[in-house]
């Protein structure tokens, strides 16, 4: 299945996740590169929202960029199949190796801004990331390690600590909510 049929077939949880759906619809029709982040516009990302068996606690990192812990994520770069990067991402954050991604599916798409940045050195310009994000399991007792260039710290939260301990506001309200309240 391809990204546009994999999209297509997500049934949206409320108004935000339906809008963005379209969204992140057209612009794969209208868009060639739209899986590149030399996209300079908008681009897709990916997300694993990690939990443990329990469904009690969720992983997080604490993300250099935005100064903040958050969810696990990173870019497409081409790549279609954007379950293998969700868990790429993970092993690469994270130092999970033996998650699973539970039940396969989409677990939630939206549409992110992202204010402009340094990264290694060079300016990124404001845009927007048609994030599509899947849901993950693993064991907390595996092996945490940092990937000290995207993050300073790698930590399992009970849900309601993981809200509390991002400083994103609009993602908490907006997406960490939401994620939790889909499984809790």
């Not at 309200?173 to 939790?180: A, C, D, G, R, T």
Request: proline content about 1%; glycine content about 6%.
């Amino acid at each position: 299945m391809n990204l546009v049929e994999e999209i297509g077939k997500y049934c949206p949880c409320n108004a935000q996740e339906a809008a963005d759906q379209k969204v992140m619809l057209d612009y794969l029709r209208k868009n060639e590169n739209c899986l590149l982040r030399e996209n300079l516009i908008a681009h897709f990302t990916v997300s694993v929202w990690t939990v443990n068996k329990a469904r009690t606690k969720t992983l997080m990192v604490y993300h250099n960029i935005y100064d903040s812990w958050s969810w696990i994520g990173g870019h497409a770069d081409g790549e279609e199949d954007l379950r293998s990067v969700a868990l790429r991402e993970l092993q690469e954050e994270t130092g999970v190796k033996n998650a699973r991604l539970v039940g396969g599916d989409i677990f939630s798409l939206e549409v992110l801004t992202v204010d402009g940045h340094v990264k290694r050195g060079q300016y990124v310009p404001s845009h927007l990331h048609l994030n599509v994000t899947y849901l993950a399991e693993a064991d907390e007792e595996e092996a945490l390690s940092v990937k000290a260039d995207e993050n300073k710290g790698v930590q399992w939260f009970f849900n309601e600590d993981a809200l509390k301990a991002s400083t994103e506001k609009w993602f908490v309200e907006n997406v960490y909510k939401k994620l939790i309240g889909k499984y809790a």
